[in-house]
């Protein structure tokens, strides 16, 4: 697919009513910093992530769809495919990262996938040569697909719906297709929102990819497991053009603030989900702020760790 560039209110709208009876109009609950938390983690697999598949795969012509589901992840966006997969009774493989977490491998294979572990590198050439091509399935992109990218923006109209003088919203960023869903949705539907990106200064991709005008070669050292996607060179410039800021968050502070949701705010969230109520703790909050919580797949024992810390 070509890049998209924009989409209109009309797109959003009706992107939101298609995936309406499949996926949560997820809360939006104050927070004592001050602004509020959008709970993505509440979605039916943990994170955001089934908006983008329901809209890639509903927006698909039947008979591709037949073929089955294919994906690469780092977990969120392989439970998202598996449960979509599921839902519409078709085959599914997604190729994932031999760290992923258990919960999230364990998760795909309760849904009836296929999980295919690869070692970090020999995975990126698996994207690099894009491999998929050669499979049987039809590939969705986890985000850098525009159907995927648009059923983000779905996201939007919610946050309109509970907060109709939102200012800012704080982002966390792996891949990007989550922010730009979001900031094409704010664009068409409420153009004077500043859409923050936010990542760990354990995986810094998108901030140094900017600094050195390309790829920067990183090698992920976080929690948020979520945001540990490799560059892409489409997603660059969408994203320079797209995000209105980036912030950085310390690791240490990142890890601090999964303990602090599940204790003060009762809120159980992954790494990456964690990263933008960090950066909201950090003095970017007022009552019209949200942090979106992109997800809650976290482990037992990292949890309690955190907790423990």
């Given at each position: 697919m070509t890049a998209i560039e924009a989409v209109d209110a009309a797109a959003v709208h009706e992107v939101a009513r298609l995936l309406a009876p499949h996926i949560r109009h997820t809360p939006l609950i104050p927070t004592l910093s001050g602004g509020s938390l959008k709970l993505e983690s509440?979605?039916?697999?943990?994170?955001?992530?089934?908006?983008g598949f329901f809209a890639a795969a509903h927006l698909m012509k039947r008979e591709y769809v037949a073929r089955g589901l294919l994906t690469v992840s780092a977990?969120?966006?392989?439970?998202?495919?598996?449960?979509?997969?599921?839902?519409?009774?078709?085959?599914?493989?997604v190729v994932m990262f031999d760290t992923a977490p258990a919960l999230k491998v364990?998760?795909?294979?309760?849904?009836?996938?296929?999980?295919?572990?690869?070692?970090?590198?020999?995975?990126?050439?698996?994207?690099?040569?894009r491999a998929w091509e050669q499979d049987p399935e039809v590939f969705i992109h986890p985000?850098?697909?525009?159907?995927?990218?648009?059923?983000?923006?779905?996201i939007v109209p919610e946050i309109l719906a509970d907060l109709p003088d939102v200012e800012r919203v704080l982002v966390p960023v792996g891949g990007g297709g989550l922010i730009c869903g979001i900031a094409l949705g704010f664009a068409a539907l409420k153009p004077d929102v500043q859409v923050i990106g936010v990542q760990s200064d354990g995986y810094p991709l998108w901030q140094q990819a900017f600094a050195v005008n390309g790829p920067p070669g990183l090698?992920?050292?976080?929690?948020?497991?979520?945001?540990?996607?490799?560059?892409d060179p489409v997603m660059f410039e969408r994203l320079r053009s797209l995000v209105s800021e980036w912030v950085l968050v310390p690791e240490a502070t990142l890890r601090k603030t999964v303990g602090r949701l599940a204790t003060e705010v009762k809120v159980v969230a992954e790494g990456a989900g964690a990263l933008a109520y960090a950066a909201m703790l950090d003095g970017r909050s007022s009552a019209r702020t949200v942090a979106i919580l992109s997800g809650g797949n976290i482990d037992a024992s990292l949890l309690a760790e955190l907790l423990t810390e």
């Open positions: 509440q979605q039916p697999t943990g994170s955001f992530k089934v908006r977990g969120n966006a392989a439970l998202a495919c598996a449960y979509v997969a599921r839902s519409l009774r078709v085959p599914c493989r364990e998760g795909v294979r309760a849904l009836g996938a296929q999980a295919v572990l690869m070692p970090r590198e020999r995975l990126l050439e698996w994207i690099a040569t985000f850098a697909n525009d159907a995927v990218i648009t059923g983000h923006s779905s090698t992920p050292r976080t929690i948020a497991d979520g945001t540990s996607a490799p560059f």
